[in-house]
């Protein structure tokens, strides 16, 4: 399979405690997205890489939340103490890096429950 | 900032029956994307649109690029089943990330 790849798919963990996801994407993108997805709603952006770069971080990423991209490869979203509103599917993206190929890929999704 | 209204937000139709739904934006885009989610899962690209009246269609979906740059439409022809899902548009401005609309939900009934 060579889509994109998420993990863990499902993380339930007390309030005030850390978690941590990882997004592997599409080997030859090099562009990797993170979004949120609440119930009802469509996903919102939270933050962009492009290679190792992060390039943009929306408003809704509180200083609680870091993003990753080290070696260009795999992404890890980190939320540190977490909190009850931070419940909500977070989603992986990539694309290609060819002008005119705007489409995101999303992997499955990983989804927080905080208790 | 930017924002899409996407309708309706639900729908409940016959199997065999034509879908429309629509996506207006406040703004122009540059592309518009529209996906399908089925519960528990990430979205699923379905068609791409990059040029003002753009006409696309894959399969029994077809969807078309406003001339104004600011509206979208996703037609699905003759439903089934499986067709249900929650169907998102998503617009872009260039450089600018990707922004959806809050979905339609599908319901078909054979």
């Known amino acids: 399979d060579t889509g994109v790849s998420q993990d863990p798919r499902h993380k339930i963990t007390k309030r005030g405690q850390n978690v941590t996801f990882r997004c592997d994407p599409i080997s030859e993108h090099n562009r990797l997205y993170w979004y949120r997805q609440t119930l009802g709603q469509g996903p919102e952006f939270l933050t962009y890489?492009?290679?190792?770069?992060?390039?943009?971080k929306s408003r809704l990423l509180s200083d609680r939340f870091s993003a990753e991209r080290p070696k260009g490869s795999f992404s890890t979203l980190e939320i540190q103490r977490t909190e009850q509103g931070d419940s909500a599917m977070y989603l992986c993206?990539?694309?290609?890096?060819?002008?005119?190929?705007?489409?995101?890929?999303f992997g499955e999704g990983s989804r927080l429950t905080v208790l | 900032g930017q924002q899409l209204n996407q309708s309706p937000q639900s729908m409940f139709i016959q199997e065999g029956e034509d879908v429309s739904m629509n996506c207006t934006s406040s703004s122009i885009f540059n592309t518009w994307l529209w996906y399908k989610q089925d519960p528990g899962e990430g979205p699923v690209l379905l068609i791409a649109l990059y040029k003002a009246g753009e006409l696309t269609s894959n399969g029994r979906l077809t969807a078309q690029f406003g001339i104004t740059r600011k509206d979208s439409f996703l037609n699905i022809s003759a439903s089934i089943p499986s067709d249900v899902g929650i169907y998102f548009c998503?617009?872009?401005?260039?450089?600018?990330?990707?922004?959806f609309g809050k979905g339609t939900t599908l319901s078909v009934s054979s």
């Open positions: 998503a617009g872009q401005s260039r450089g600018t990330a990707l922004i």
């Open positions: 890489f492009q290679n190792e770069a992060q390039l943009e």
């Open positions: 993206a990539s694309s290609s890096p060819f002008p005119g190929t705007g489409e995101l890929f």
